[in-house]
């Protein structure tokens, strides 16, 4: 099993700045791709940015420019940091994780959330 831990989040006021950590622990060969999703009260959850193993990202268009995603791949941590903060982006921010369990063996893992609220 896979368990994915994460961190930084908080209240911030807008402009201001966070940046969220997602550590992955367990058995497994090698993680593909890790990212950030978020969900908003009544809204569906959404993608805020994912990047691969050997670094290439990809950025939902209301946060290009104002987060960026990094990763270290010996440590299989994740980071979001985020800048220019805006009260919409406040939501759960969900750590995601493609896993490759073995050589033909894979399955997608999801953190426990952590609440990021912007307002003044």
């Known amino acids: 099993q896979v368990q994915l831990v994460e961190s930084g989040g908080g209240l911030v006021q807008p402009g201001g700045s966070l940046r969220l950590s997602c550590a992955a622990s367990g058995s497994f060969f090698s993680i593909p791709t890790m990212g950030w999703y978020r969900q908003a009260p009544g809204n569906e959850r959404e993608l805020v940015a994912t990047?691969?193993?050997?670094?290439?990202?990809n950025y939902a268009d209301s946060v290009k420019g104002r987060f960026t995603i990094s990763r270290d791949n010996a440590k299989n941590t994740v980071y979001l940091q985020m800048n220019g903060l805006k009260t919409e982006d406040t939501a759960v921010y969900y750590c995601?994780?493609?896993?490759?369990?073995?050589?033909?063996?894979?399955?997608?893992?999801w953190g426990q959330g952590t609440q990021v609220t912007v307002s003044s």
């Open positions: 995601n994780a493609r896993v490759r369990l073995s050589l033909f063996s894979y399955n997608t893992f």
């Open positions: 990047i691969t193993s050997d670094g290439t990202t």
